[in-house]
């Protein structure tokens, strides 16, 4: 991970190992920041808006600052990708949710979608993983 204390706030980049059909997270969409995804290891699907888009390794998926997206796992082995995040910040979020996966929930989670200026879409859960075949962790 490179963290945007490292680059004067101009980027982060994050590594997503996702396992197997499984979706990461709502469909969803950030006010500040422009995410850049670029496939190392197996097959990446998305949800770009209204569009649907796969990508193999060595693709690069844009995903601009307020559009709605998920994406997943479309494949049956692994899947990595490294996320770059334009401008930075976004990444606490990531250590925020290792630390108490429970922030997420209810009050508190209301309160970090606020600071990250983040709206997140919990419904769009169980369409997504019946329309691609997929699980989603949080629900196991």
Known sequence: ???????????????HP????TLVAPM????????YSYVVEGRMG???????AYADAGTLVFKPRGQWHTFWNAGD????????ISPAGFEHLFRE????????EGEAGAALDARYSLE?????????CEEHGLSFPVEE
């Not at 991970?1 to 590594?15: A, D, I, K």
């Not at 082995?77 to 770059?84: N, Y």
């Open 1 to 15: 991970m490179v963290w945007g204390e490292e680059t004067g706030g101009g980027f982060s980049l994050v590594e």
């Open 18 to 21: 996702i396992p197997p059909k």
């Open 28 to 35: 969803h969409r950030h006010a500040n920041e422009d995410e």
């Open 46 to 52: 998305a949800r770009l808006g209204e569009e649907v």
């Open 77 to 84: 082995g692994p899947c990595r990708i490294l996320e770059i």
């Open 97 to 104: 949710m290792a630390d108490d996966p429970e922030t997420m």
């Open 120 to 128: 997140v879409d919990p419904e769009s859960i169980p369409r997504l």
